[in-house]
């Protein structure tokens, strides 16, 4: 008898671990020059201004924030003097000055954290923050919405309502975000359409709805069709002959079979390295908006439910 109700009361203790180590977990989210921010607690005690991630493949955190909070709590080692970090798109490099590999407590739970430090200050889009945080690292399902000002930290993806709609992704090591393989159409008012398949990294530090990339010739091509919606006043915007900035400014564009109207793509070349010249472009920021989001990175599933009227679900 003793043996069966020690056995019972393991069960009940692993049953009850799992749910409380699997519990949700809601936090505030702002989106601020089109980049999603958030405030998190580390170590129950201290406040820290996040950038969120999904196109950066390591935690960093700024010099002064560190030196200041985490030293007491964490092991930091000088970096080798090699040791940069270049921003997804950039030939800019910024200098590591220290290296953490610890772990650490981040909104109530202990989560191991592997970190460079950089001072911030140069890096006019991180500037204003404690720390640049990939997604990924929180690991499970990770909830974004982004209407509401808020996000859920290992949400339950088992009965989604099936207002949800499913896409498969990929992982993409480098940067520790998602891609989806999918087609991109835009539509003039005429309803003429012109499109381009491929590879959208889904990109929450990217500010814009989408950007497509012009360093590959089939993103070109497609911008050249499409020459009809590119913007042409230049009193507000001014093309760029060196990066070949444009513009293109649709009746409406669809994704998969999601059609969203009264947004913008933007059309560039990107610094050139592995990572940009598998993408054909990226989803952003603008388009989640009107959306909740759900980032599965266990199963590598994306989930989007429209909460706004400009989005429009084709069967």
């Given at each position: 008898?003793?043996?069966?109700?020690?056995?019972?009361?393991?069960?009940?203790?692993?049953?009850?671990?799992?749910?409380?180590?699997?519990?949700?977990?809601?936090?505030?989210?702002?989106?601020?020059?089109?980049?999603?921010?958030?405030?998190?607690?580390?170590?129950?005690?201290?406040?820290?201004?996040?950038?969120?991630?999904?196109?950066?493949?390591?935690?960093?955190?700024?010099?002064?924030?560190?030196?200041?909070n985490l030293q007491a709590l964490v092991q930091m080692e000088k970096a080798s003097e090699d040791t940069y970090i270049a921003?997804?798109?950039?030939?800019?490099?910024?200098?590591?000055?220290?290296?953490?590999?610890?772990?650490?407590?981040?909104?109530?739970?202990?989560?191991?954290?592997?970190?460079?430090?950089?001072?911030?200050?140069?890096?006019?889009?991180?500037?204003?923050?404690?720390?640049?945080?990939?997604?990924?690292?929180?690991?499970?399902?990770?909830?974004?919405?982004?209407?509401?000002?808020?996000?859920?930290?290992?949400?339950?993806?088992?009965?989604?309502?099936?207002?949800?709609?499913?896409?498969?992704?990929?992982?993409?090591?480098?940067?520790?975000?998602?891609?989806?393989?999918?087609?991109?159409?835009?539509?003039?008012?005429?309803?003429?359409?012109?499109?381009?398949?491929?590879?959208?990294?889904?990109?929450?530090?990217?500010?814009?709805?989408?950007?497509?990339?012009?360093?590959?010739?089939?993103?070109?091509?497609?911008?050249?069709?499409?020459?009809?919606?590119?913007?042409?006043?230049?009193?507000?915007?001014?093309?760029?002959?060196?990066?070949?900035?444009?513009?293109?400014?649709?009746?409406?564009?669809?994704?998969?079979?999601?059609?969203?109207?009264?947004?913008?793509?933007?059309?560039?070349?990107?610094?050139?390295?592995?990572?940009?010249?598998?993408?054909?472009?990226?989803?952003?920021?603008?388009?989640?908006?009107?959306?909740?989001?759900?980032?599965?990175?266990?199963?590598?599933?994306?989930?989007?439910?429209?909460?706004?009227?400009?989005?429009?679900?084709?069967?």
């Amino acid at each position: 008898m003793n043996k069966r109700v020690l056995f019972l009361l393991s069960t009940f203790l692993i049953i009850f671990w799992t749910s409380l180590s699997a519990q949700e977990v809601k936090l505030p989210l702002k989106l601020k020059s089109g980049h999603l921010n958030s405030v998190w607690q580390i170590n129950d005690s201290i406040d820290a201004k996040v950038f969120l991630e999904t196109g950066f493949p390591k935690i960093v955190v700024n010099e002064s924030f560190a030196i200041k909070n985490l030293q007491a709590l964490v092991q930091m080692e000088k970096a080798s003097e090699d040791t940069y970090i270049a921003l997804w798109g950039s030939k800019n490099k910024f200098k590591v000055s220290y290296v953490i590999n610890d772990s650490l407590l981040v909104n109530g739970k202990k989560k191991r954290f592997d970190a460079f430090v950089v001072d911030l200050s140069t890096i006019k889009g991180w500037r204003d923050y404690d720390i640049i945080y990939p997604l990924r690292d929180l690991s499970g399902a990770v909830e974004i919405n982004i209407k509401d000002n808020y996000m859920m930290v290992d949400k339950a993806v088992d009965n989604l309502s099936s207002d949800f709609i499913e896409f498969d992704a990929k992982a993409d090591d480098r940067t520790k975000g998602l891609y989806i393989s999918t087609s991109l159409q835009v539509y003039d008012t005429l309803n003429t359409k012109e499109e381009l398949k491929g590879n959208f990294l889904l990109d929450l530090g990217a500010a814009n709805a989408m950007f497509v990339n012009r360093n590959l010739p089939k993103v070109e091509e497609f911008v050249n069709k499409s020459d009809r919606i590119i913007l042409k006043d230049t009193t507000k915007f001014r093309p760029n002959p060196r990066t070949k900035l444009a513009i293109l400014m649709p009746n409406k564009i669809q994704v998969g079979n999601l059609i969203l109207k009264k947004n913008f793509i933007v059309a560039m070349k990107m610094f050139k390295s592995k990572t940009s010249s598998q993408y054909v472009g990226m989803i952003g920021n603008k388009f989640f908006a009107n959306f909740i989001v759900i980032f599965d990175f266990n199963s590598n599933k994306v989930y989007m439910k429209p909460n706004s009227d400009i989005v429009e679900v084709v069967e």
